[in-house]
Structure formats: structure tokens, C-alpha cells
């Protein structure tokens, strides 16, 4: 298919390629010139602008940084919605509040074009490998129409729902996650603290009540696995500052929906302390530094 992709980052250019590989004809477009160029040499055709993107695309898919970035590129004059056409898809991958995506789409259904949100979760190394898993919210046919797409860029396609409902399912996963990693931090910490080896606690939590996937597979504590990002400084991985971004998500879709999240905001405060003092570029499960230096 005719493929515009707008977005190439982190994210986006693997993402892109991997669309290409499959035999796609992909244009992209990124504001930034060294992207359009690092794409250019790697098989996408190069846009000159949101508008030359969209045009004679059949699919076209976002991969930006966050709400503000998808009201934009969609919504002003020269945006997406100005030059879609009937019958296309749009497809916005980004990670933005449910309530945007959902007016976004009305704004797209208004012109008579379809769109899904479609947020990621496997990070940049589940972009590279095409074993991404997307959340889709929106109409059940737009949902298939999308799936074949999205196939060729992952492996666990979910539909969760009407519009805006993969936002809601990739945030609230998270919610859980960053929760779950600052109480795997805390015990962690707690118990090499008072004298045990944290190897040795970890195995046993991993066959207790205490396991989840941040004490099994993506242990905070350094050395207790050899693969997780904490036995190589907390490098690669998926960003604290990303996680405290769907971590704010989380509290301002908790305000409007009047439910309270009381672990999640003391969280979002943690990963905020933990960004402010300049760690937001290291992998998330380094919040176990704000318990490992006191
Ligand atoms: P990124 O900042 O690397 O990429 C976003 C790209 O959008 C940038 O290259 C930027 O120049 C471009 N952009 C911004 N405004 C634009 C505009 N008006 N027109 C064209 N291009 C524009 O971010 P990323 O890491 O690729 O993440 C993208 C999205 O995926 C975010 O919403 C993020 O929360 C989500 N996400 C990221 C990861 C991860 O591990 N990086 C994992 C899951 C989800």
C-alpha cells in the first residue's frame, strides 16, 4: 500500500522501515532534516511536508512525541485533516491522552476519513524487530483495515475497543507498571538493606506472592539479572522521563474520569524527583537509585 508516515524517530523510523520491508511504498516526513535524510538512505521516500505526506497516500501514520504534537499535525491548516480524502486511514501511534485521540477521530470521522489510535508498547527494541504490540481503538472495520499494517510492524495486534480505548489501555498498563517497579525498588532495596543478598531474595520473591515482571524479568536491583538494564547502568530500555510523560497521562485522564489514583500520583511525583534529578534519559527501572542512595 501507499504508506505516509509521519514521525521519524526513535520510534518512527524503524517502524517505517519495517513498513518498507514488507513491500510497502512508504514516504515519510519528520520536521527534522537529519531524519528525513538517515530515512532517505534506508529506502523511505522523502516528503517535503505534513501535506506532501498525506498526499496520494492510502494509509497515513503518526508517530509523535505527544497531544500537543497530534492536535497539531492533524488539526491546523496544513495538517493531516485538511488533506485527507475520503477512504483513507489514518493511524496514530503516538502515546497522547485518550481524550485527544478520541477528538481527533471525531474531527477525521466529520470528513468522512477513518482513523484508529494505535499505541505501541516493546519500545525501540520491539520497533526494530517488528514485535511490537498495538493497542487499537476504534471502529471494528477500521480496526481490520489496520491490522494487515500494522502486522508488518508487529506481533500482538489487540482491538480494545471504540476510539481513544488503545490510549486508555497502553496508559493504565503503565500505571501499573511504574507502580509495580517502585514497589519492587522499595522491597529490593529494603531487604539488601538489612542484610540479605539481593540474588538470593529476588529468587525467592519470583516464587512468592511478591513477583511480577519487575522482579522477574526486569529486576531493578544491579547484578540480580544479568540482562535487565540495571547490570548495564540502566542504559537502552524504555526512558524514565517517557514513563513519568504516560505517567502525567494517567493523572489528568484520572481528573476528568473523577477516579482517584492515589498510588499512581505518588508515582508520577516519584518519576518526577527522579527526572529532576537527571535521570530521565536512563532506562525506568532506575528509580531503584532514589532508594539505593540514601
Ligand atoms: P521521538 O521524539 O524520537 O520521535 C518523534 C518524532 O516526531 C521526532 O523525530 C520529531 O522531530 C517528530 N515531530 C515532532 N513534531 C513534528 C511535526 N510537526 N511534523 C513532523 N514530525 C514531527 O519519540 P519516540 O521515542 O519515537 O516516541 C514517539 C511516540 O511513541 C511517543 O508518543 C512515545 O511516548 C511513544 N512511545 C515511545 C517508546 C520508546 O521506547 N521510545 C515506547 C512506547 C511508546
Excluded at 147 to 172: D, E, F, P, W, Y
Amino acid at each position: 500500500m501507499k504508506i505516509g508516515f509521519i514521525g521519524l524517530g526513535n520510534m518512527g523510523n524503524p517502524m517505517a522501515r519495517n513498513l518498507a520491508k514488507n513491500g510497502h511504498a512508504v514516504k515519510g516526513y519528520d520536521v527534522v532534516p537529519a531524519l528525513l535524510d538517515k530515512a532517505a538512505s534506508q529506502g523511505i521516500a522523502r516528503a517535503t511536508s505534513v501535506a506532501d505526506c498525506v498526499a496520494g497516500s492510502e494509509v497515513v501514520i503518526t508517530m509523535l512525541p505527544s497531544s500537543p504534537h497530534v492536535r497539531s499535525v492533524y488539526g491546523n491548516e496544513s495538517g493531516v485533516l485538511a488533506h485527507a480524502k475520503p477512504g483513507m486511514l489514518l493511524v496514530d501511534s503516538s502515546t497522547i491522552d485518550p481524550l485527544t485521540a478520541r477528538e481527533v477521530a471525531f474531527d477525521a470521522l466529520a470528513k468522512g476519513v477513518a482513523m484508529v489510535d494505535a499505541p505501541v508498547s516493546g519500545g525501540t527494541g520491539g520497533a526494530e524487530a517488528g514485535t511490537l504490540t498495538f493497542m487499537v481503538g476504534g471502529e471494528a472495520k477500521d480496526f481490520e483495515a489496520a491490522r494487515t499494517i500494522l502486522a508488518a510492524m508487529g506481533k500482538n495486534i489487540v482491538h480494545c475497543g471504540g476510539s481513544g480505548n488503545g490510549q486508555v489501555a497502553k496508559i493504565c498498563n503503565n500505571l501499573m507498571l511504574a507502580i509495580e517497579m517502585i514497589a519492587t525498588s522499595e522491597g529490593m532495596t529494603l531487604a539488601a538493606k538489612l542484610g540479605m543478598d539481593p540474588k538470593v531474595f529476588a529468587g525467592i520473591v519470583n516464587t512468592s506472592s511478591g513477583r511480577c515482571w519487575s522482579s522477574d524479568t526486569y529486576n531493578p536491583y544491579p547484578g540480580v539479572l544479568e540482562n535487565a538494564p540495571a547490570s548495564r547502568g540502566y542504559a537502552g530500555g524504555f526512558g524514565a522521563d517517557l514513563m513519568l510523560k504516560d505517567l502525567t497521562l494517567v493523572t489528568e485522564a484520572a481528573k476528568q474520569a473523577k477516579v482517584p489514583v492515589l498510588m499512581g500520583a505518588i508515582a508520577q511525583q516519584v518519576y518526577q524527583k527522579h527526572s529532576a534529578d537527571g535521570h530521565g534519559g536512563k532506562d525506568f527501572s532506575s528509580v531503584i537509585l532514589q532508594y539505593l542512595k540514601t
